[in-house]
């Protein structure tokens, strides 16, 4: 249930909301006409910017979904490759490059 408080020197309603990405969707009714203009203030601390920041490229659809961290109990194994060293062809791949650049 919202309830009035005072907010520097003005008695404001406060009621609790739900951010879904685009616009913030109350959870009770307030005693607006539509298109009243209103004020949010958020918490520095609600703000989760790595959330925001994955949610962010999950949207522009450059990734699908954010996968879990791994943890110091998880154990990483190398994979073995064959081939030339990876610096080696990374640097190769930049020589034929700039050859194709210069014409």
Not at 43 to 52: G, L, S, W
Not at 79 to 90: D, H, L
Request: proline letters at 8%; a negative charge; hydrophobic letters at 40%.
């Amino acid at each position: 249930m919202n309830h009035a408080e005072i907010y520097d020197g003005v008695s404001v309603l406060k009621v609790k909301g739900i951010y879904d990405g685009e616009k913030v969707v109350l959870l009770e009714p307030l005693p607006l006409l539509p298109n009243s203009m209103v004020e949010v203030l958020v918490p520095e601390h609600a703000v989760d910017m790595e959330q925001v920041y994955w949610q962010r490229l999950i949207s522009q659809e450059l990734i699908k979904e954010v996968r879990p961290q791994p943890t110091d109990e998880d154990v990483f194994t190398p994979v073995r490759v064959t081939g030339a060293p990876v610096s080696q062809t990374i640097i190769e791949g930049r020589k034929r490059q700039g050859a194709v650049d210069r014409g």
